[in-house]
């Protein structure tokens, strides 16, 4: 009865012993098993590259051949047609400007005399300036002789008389004279606003200088040094100055 006894008290101790081992067991193979993944994940990072390369060839996906294959007739269809080139980019509408913007352009009250002038810009209404006399303010704004000065840079003939020398003159009394017509053409410039036209039958340009008419309310101021004595007519026969 003793021996039986002491038996069956053993017993129990020894399954309890096989559960502990057992669950101990499970646990070390289950931190085992996480220790290989976690190296395996490792080595796969550290081999990324030359994994993505053995692995691309499997995920290719074959449906960019077929869409290839179905874009062919319209590729073919659009042999036909002419190719947009940068000239076409450039003609494409423009949109129209805000309303109240749009200035209407003002048509040239005198185009043949534009088109035909050298300086364009010297052909006009109000004009207005400064005058003194070349050589003590460059060549600009300023009065050469009884008939030529400069104006925006341009030498400018009047078209319609023609002055006494001074530098290049014959006798005193042109010289005189000359000088006089001088003076008086600046005076006149300097009287206000004045307009410049071409003169009809009359070359545009004379050597180094543009032929033009300068008008002030109508009169060409040419025509006040030829009324006054400073100046004569162009084409007049006589232009000798001295007697």
């Given at each position: 009865?003793?021996?039986r006894t ?6 129990p101790a ?21 220790l ?14 030359s994994v993505?390369k053995q692995?691309?060839p499997?995920?290719?996906d074959d449906?960019p051949t077929?869409?290839?294959?179905e874009r ?7 042999i036909?047609?002419?190719?947009q080139?940068?000239?076409?980019v450039?003609r494409?509408?423009?949109p129209?400007?805000?309303v109240?913007?749009a200035?209407?352009p003002?048509?040239d009250a005198?185009?043949a ?5 050298q300086?364009p810009?010297?052909?006009g209404?109000d ?6 006399f070349?050589?003590t ?8 002789d009884g008939d ?13 008389i023609?002055?006494?020398a001074t ?5 005193q009394?042109e010289r005189d004279?000359g ?7 600046r005076?006149?410039l300097n009287a ?5 036209d071409v003169?009809?039958?009359?070359p ?6 543009v032929m033009?008419?300068?008008?002030r309310?109508?009169r ?5 040094l ?11 026969a ?5 007697p």
């Open positions: 009865m003793s021996s002491a038996s069956s008290r053993r017993a020894k399954r309890r012993k096989s559960s502990r081992s057992s669950s101990a067991g499970q646990g070390m193979t289950q931190w085992v098993v996480i290989a993944l976690v190296a395996g994940g490792i080595a796969l990072y550290d081999n990324r590259h993505m692995v691309a499997y995920l290719k449906r077929t869409a290839k294959a062919k007739p319209e590729a073919r269809a659009q036909s047609k002419p190719a080139t940068h000239t076409d450039a494409a509408p423009v129209p400007a805000a109240g913007n200035k209407t003002v048509p005198k185009p005399a534009v088109a035909a002038s300086n810009a010297l052909i209404e004009f207005k300036g400064r005058f003194y070349c050589g303010s460059g060549l600009d704004n300023c009065v050469a030529t000065f400069w104006f925006a840079k341009t030498r400018i003939t009047l078209a319609d023609a002055a006494p530098d290049k003159a014959a006798c009394q004279r000088f006089a017509a001088k003076v008086r053409l005076d006149l206000g606003k004045f307009d410049i003169l009809k039958g009359q545009l340009e004379a050597g180094s200088s033009r008419v300068v008008t309310n109508g060409s101021l040419g025509s006040i030829v009324s006054e004595g400073l100046a004569k007519p162009r084409l007049a006589n232009q000798a100055w001295c």
